[in-house]
């Protein structure tokens, strides 16, 4: 935030020079425009946001400041002070918030709000079970927050980005810690995997397919290389079978005789002989 007080309290217009501006405009957050009595010289920058308590107010509100001037006012000010930016940016949400309320659109959860005090705008990032139009809630409310707002809403992976959290495999979200664009993810990537589990079970916090599944797919495909694929026909010491299962972290792979057995084996093996047998 820019400084509070800043500069010198200029004269009132060109035809009354030698009479000082004795009021203090202002835009309370969540209300209209007041003008308030200053009884001592103060210097303040328009556009800034502070803490004002006047006759009258039992608790003090915060307001932004639009300037000085020499119109009248009835009420004097009592106390103005600065107001740090998140408590401005607090408030802000908080009344956002209650106007969605009052709209009834409850699918809609604020994730992330960002206040611009320099342009005057406010920013606000939000999910929801369907798609909204918020251009006219926009309108209103920059009426009453005094900032140009902006609604984006974004997806299930962006929002598990902003909140972040610890994934099934133990370790804080990939997206949170160093993934800075994120892909799409597609069960046949998963199958590419040799993952064929249901897709709840390979969905993260999100609720969407875990981004490991596209990252580490390089990796699966490089190693599966060496792997004979599934179905393919291999011929050991115990005679031919099926290939029904690869373990490609592993270097190993299950094959299924006639007879039912299986048997696991492995790229390093060197007690257990096998080729592919050709078609």
């Not at 709000?113 to 990032?125: E, H, W």
């Not at 592993?250 to 492995?266: A, C, P, R």
Request: glycine fraction near 8%; charge should be positive; include cysteine.
């Amino acid at each position: 935030m820019r400084k509070f007080f800043k500069g010198k309290v200029r004269k009132t217009d060109k035809k009354t020079p030698s009479r000082e501006r004795d009021s203090l405009e202002v835009s309370i957050v969540g209300g209209g425009f007041e003008r308030f009595i200053i009884k001592k010289p103060l210097e303040v920058v328009p556009g800034t946001f502070g803490q004002l308590l006047a006759e009258g107010m039992e608790n003090p509100v915060v307001v932004k400041i639009r300037g000085i001037s020499d119109r009248p006012a009835k009420k004097e000010v009592i106390e103005l002070v600065p107001v740090s930016h998140e408590r401005v940016l607090r408030l802000m949400k908080n009344i956002v918030k209650a106007y969605l309320f009052k709209e009834g659109l409850n699918d809609i959860k604020l994730v992330n709000g960002k206040l611009d005090t320099v342009v005057g705008s406010l920013s606000l990032n939000y999910i929801a079970e369907k798609r909204h139009n918020l251009s006219k809630l926009a309108a209103r409310l920059a009426k009453v927050l005094h900032v140009r707002v902006d609604f984006e809403q974004i997806g299930a992976r962006d929002y598990a980005r902003e909140i972040g959290g610890i994934g099934i495999c133990g370790r804080e979200l990939c997206c949170r810690v160093f993934l800075k664009e994120i892909p799409s993810i597609t069960l046949d990537i998963a199958r590419q995997q040799y993952l064929f589990a249901a897709p709840e079970k390979l969905s993260g916090l999100c609720g969407r397919l875990l981004c490991c599944l596209r990252f580490e797919l390089p990796v699966y495909e490089e190693l599966s290389k060496k792997l004979p694929q599934p179905g393919s026909m291999v011929e050991t010491q115990k005679g031919v079978g099926r290939v029904v299962e690869l373990y490609v972290l592993f270097g190993t792979f299950k094959v299924q005789y006639e007879d039912d057995s299986t048997e696991v084996l492995s790229l390093d093996s060197e007690e257990v002989t096998w080729e592919i047998v050709k078609s």
